[in-house]
């Protein structure tokens, strides 16, 4: 672990001076195509993972979580993600999918980062950091936020909890945090501390409509789901662990961080305890997809610091009435003229080859945009995915283009999210 060195003074007045595509589980309807083409198909989903995460993967050899050897023990599929080995799927993507959206899946998320922010000031210092605003935070709870440059761009986006009164957790994108903690470090003051402690703590995702059923069966039927975006400590098999009401897959579901050393002995009571819910482990495939539907932005893919807030659509975890954080002139700028291009969902109109990253979004011909993020949808069965597009062509309801392959196919911009779950 390591703690931040605090300088003598803070320096706000330098405040306002900043997907990978996967293979999915052929439908019904086109199982029968060729092995030649789903072979081919694969090579291009391993050759694209590589090609849209060379910014993300360190140079040094792949880092494994304390929950490697049970992937590998259950068969997972192994692919480099973020400068760590990480199961993609175990049985199928789509099965994984379902699971999560019908059932109870389990995710490995020890490969996120986890700072700890301490210290007589910290509450403030980091409002003057992130740009939600974390005095509306009550002791238990968390909350969606960004970090910024002084340009506006997008460093990360992450979850930052209020463990204390003046001590905070930020869970952080995996290939972010050595750059989160460093730009953190750089506008440190004292007595405030800041702790790096991702080597030695995991953490796991379990989302599902049955997580009440299996939270119980984990904790004891006496202890309550915490409230939405709150976490708690519980005690766990003689130990302790940390558990919030957040998740990546639009489905409730409960996140909990724990000592590396505990990792697998909470994996596989959880494994064995929702085996009555039908519980599948889940790769970082079904989390794609998951998150896709949902319309929640992928960073290195959505969001990079060359993209906005504004831009993504997701002013609301802005408070420009903070006055003073990282980025906040920048974003006034933009919100006043309007962002040059917008993030917006699309879905296919036909059948056909899914949409994937990098291809080029027309309408009536001309250039508009670019797709960051597509897939096969499991739950729709279409293709669907997000685009960069020109702001004037960022409508609900139009019509545009999405190249494949040197062929156009038509699509909608549509509301978020992609994915609405059926009243029952």
Known sequence: MRKGESSDACHFEDLNAPTFPLLLDRGEDEREESKLEAASDYVAFLRNICLSLVSLVNEAAPKRTPLYDEHVRLGAKIVPFAGWLMPVQYTSIVQEHQAVRNTVGIFDISHMGQLIVEGAGAREWLNAMLTNNIDKLDVGMGQYTFLLNERGGIIDDLIVYRIGDQKFLLVVNAARTEDDFAWLQKYLCAPIQIENRSANFGGVAIQGPRIGELFHGLFGKD??????????????????????????????????????????????AALEKGKPFGIKPCGLGARDTLRLEMCYPLNGSDLSPERNPIGAGLGFFIDVTKPNFIGRDALLRIKEIGPREKLVPFRMKNKGPPPRPHYAVFHNGERIGEVTSGTLSPSLNWGVGMAYVSAAHAKIGAEIEIEIRGQKFPATIEKKPLYKKSAS
Request: proline share 7%; charged share 25%.
């Open 223 to 268: 202890i309550e789901l915490p409230p939405r975006n709150a976490i708690v400590d519980l005690p766990f098999d003689g130990t302790k662990v940390s558990v919030a009401r957040t998740g990546y897959t639009g489905e409730d579901g409960i996140e909990v961080f724990f000592r590396a050393n505990d990792a697998v002995k909470l994996w596989n």
